[in-house]
Structures are given as structure tokens and as C-alpha cells.
């Protein structure tokens, strides 16, 4: 069953300035996909439009089926429902993504309640669980601001308030890049562990392939806001197709070998 589909997706500035153009792909239920590039490739506008998140100023064209809702022209009241109960997203920096005047308990409790429709104890327990699903102590972190819990936590409750609605479908958008390389390696196992647990969707995006070939198998590759190559992670790393993806592989061999020296 296909719970993402993306045909010929455009996305510009009110100026008419592309930002992605022409794109497709679909994501069947289960299904994980990573969508690779450089900073400025596309990639965060697409799973911006993915959702209906673009900001003022950007213009999508094209379609975008969400658990077979069109998501591009719609109104606003037919996107709630979807964000959170189909699909949710974990962004880069989660202390700009969390509010920072809310306690973590209280951003978790309500999408919880919201689609899930839980209340009182029944709605306490729930967020108990989500944040120990996460490796977080429930009677500090539910009661502290954003600000009062280090890079990893916050990525962490992040993850929790995510996931507490139950999504089909989790968009993680370069949730490691801003920690640091061991809370990273901690937070794409447990993402990775709970995708597997929960049989969810995954849209990974990053700008590493190393990180992506340990979160999916199949990776979209994007260049200036272009789809230029898609296919298996092994088929990919060992015989790009696409100048652009060969340079990527090339990039990150190289790195891999910088640090393998140090």
C-alpha cells in the first residue's frame, strides 16, 4: 500500500525562483527511503511540502497524496488531522523545533491527546511511556524547559513527541547533524530501533551517506533541487550513476579515510 506519493512536485519562491523541481517518488507503508544532498539541494523544502509546511513565500505545484489525501492546495483543516496521526516530523535543531516557554511534558502530552484522545491518568501514563520509550527519566524531563536538558535529551523528546501520536510515517530531517558523533550514533539506534518496533515509514533525510546507508536501503539522491539518481544503497555506493551522486560517493570515501588516519 502506498502511503506517500509524490508526482511532479515543484516548489518556488513567490519570486519564481525553483527550489525543486519535477519530482516523484512514492513510499509504501513500511517502506524506508533516504533522501540524500548538499545544503541547498531541496531536500528539507521537499519534506516541508511533503507535510504542508511551507512557509509564506514558497509556492508548491504539482501533487503530493498523503495516506491518499492531496496535500498541495489544500486547506489547512484537512492538513491537521494528517500531521501527527499519518505523518510527523523530527527536525535538525529540536530547541528551535520545541517551544521554548512550554514543559516537555505538556508539548508531549498534547498531540497525544489530540489524536489519541487520551485524558487524566490514562493521558499521564501515555506520556510516561513515550519518554521512557526514549531513554529519558519521565519525572525530570516532563517537567523541564527545552533549555534545561542537553543537545541529545532534546533531540530525545523530540523523538517522543513524535511518535506519541502514533504516526504511519516518521520524516527524521538531519536529526543528528547538530550533536555530537557518540549522541549520534545513540540517536539513529533508537530511531532505527523504533521504526523497526513500530513498522513505520521512514523518510531519512541527510546530507551523509554513511548515515543513510545505516538507516534505509534505497536512497533518492537530489542536486539543486533535481532527483538525480534513485536506487539501492549497495547499488549506489559501488556503481553511481549520476556525475553528481559518483562525487558524493567520492566525498565520503574520502572522509571515511581522513579519519581512519587520525
Known sequence: MTLLSVTSLGVQTAAGRPLVSDLSFELAAGARLGLIGESGSGKSVTSLAVT??????????GSVHLDGVEVVGA???????????VASVVFQEPLTALDPLMRIGRQLAEPIARHRGLRGAALRAAVAEALDEVSLDEKRIARAYPHEISGGQRQRAAIAIALGSRPRLLIADEPTTALDVTVQAQILRLLDDLVDARGMALLFISHDLAVVSAMTREV???????????GSIERVLSAPADPYTAQLVRSARALDGMLGER
Open 52 to 61: 504542508g509546511l511551507l512557509g509564506a513565500g514558497l509556492v508548491a505545484t
Open 220 to 230: 533518492l539522491v537530489m542536486s539543486s533541487g533535481v532527483a538525480v539518481e534513485r
Open 75 to 85: 486547506a489547512e483543516r484537512a492538513l491537521v488531522p494528517l500531521r501527527g496521526r
